[in-house]
């Protein structure tokens, strides 16, 4: 049976462009792949059939002498392109990279990695204080780090020379050995997967083209930050490997506690003690405030522990905008202790002189307990 033309094959003119034949390719094998036609015999050959014609024509050596004398120029061991030779394995090979690629992380264009590697991103944790949050706040913090080797300019080549491509890979970063009937490709193992190799290294970095050091940065935090905001400072990590760019510095922020304020988002909470004469009589307390003012509050006659009292606007600024949260003063009524004679005389009085109106709460639960245990007998 004589054996179908290879443009035939791919549904191709002779005039088809590299491009076309690849798409073709791309296109039939993804359709007769036998991964996707599981038991199908019939599409299994076409698979085959595709592959060795793609084999063929996408070399322009092999395809011109194709065109010339066709299927004859492959015969009697001339080409390679039949049955599962070197050239076969080297071909499912670019199957597997032009099918499963880019869902690997890369095409195959893209398989050598530059020496010119990106730095790592580093992480710096800054304490503030809230009345910073409040206000903001230009910091200056300290950052040991790897920057760029100034004696050969991050190339790690000693001054003068040059990084050469790697002899092992020929630049790409990977080799690749045949085995069978696939292709093994694995990083090189004389360059790391760069590429390049420095036959003459910097005497001050040892070749990595980046030296440790403390910097002094400026760090702008603006008024309203919460515990736990990240900021990102874009370029100001660890320098990039052999002249590659830097990573990015992420200050991480924790807030101090305060000694009078917990925070909720934009409001503040502040409990604030008071004298029973205090709330039972009415008065006025003065009170701190976030901005480092104070203010005073009224305290209606008898104001129970827990009464809250709202400040509004008195609160943490909103990050990035003008909009300020609330403060909640709660007040705690303080049970007299320690009491002098006369006062424990006074307060003696006081109970005396009071009644089911003075403390209403108090007389009505234990009357309904009264009851309660009345019922029972």
Sequence with gaps: MSKRDYYETLGLSRSASEQELKSAYRRLAKEFHPDCNPGDEGAEIRFKEVSEAYEVLKDPQKRAAYDHFGHAAFEHGGGGARGFGPDFASSMSDIFDDLFGEFMGGRRGQRSRSSRERGADLRYNLEITLSEAYEGKTAQIRVPTSVSCETCSGTGARAGTKPVTCPTCGGHGKVRASQGFFTIERTC????????????????????????????????????????????LAGEGEAGLRGGPAGDLYIFLSLKPHEFFQRDGADIFCKVPIAMTTAALGGQIEVPTVDGGATRIKIPEGSESGKQFRLKGKGMPVLRSKVNGDMYIQVEVETPKSLTKRQRELLEEFERESHKETSPESHGFFARVKDFFEGKS
Excluded: A, M, Y
């Excluded at 360059?191 to 002094?216: L, M, N, Y």
């Design 189 to 232: 193992p004389n360059c790391q997967g760069r590429g390049e190799t420095i036959e003459d290294p910097c005497g001050t970095c040892h070749g990595s083209g980046r030296v440790t050091k403390e910097r002094t940065l400026s760090v702008n935090i603006p008024p309203g930050v919460e515990d736990g905001t990240r900021i990102r």
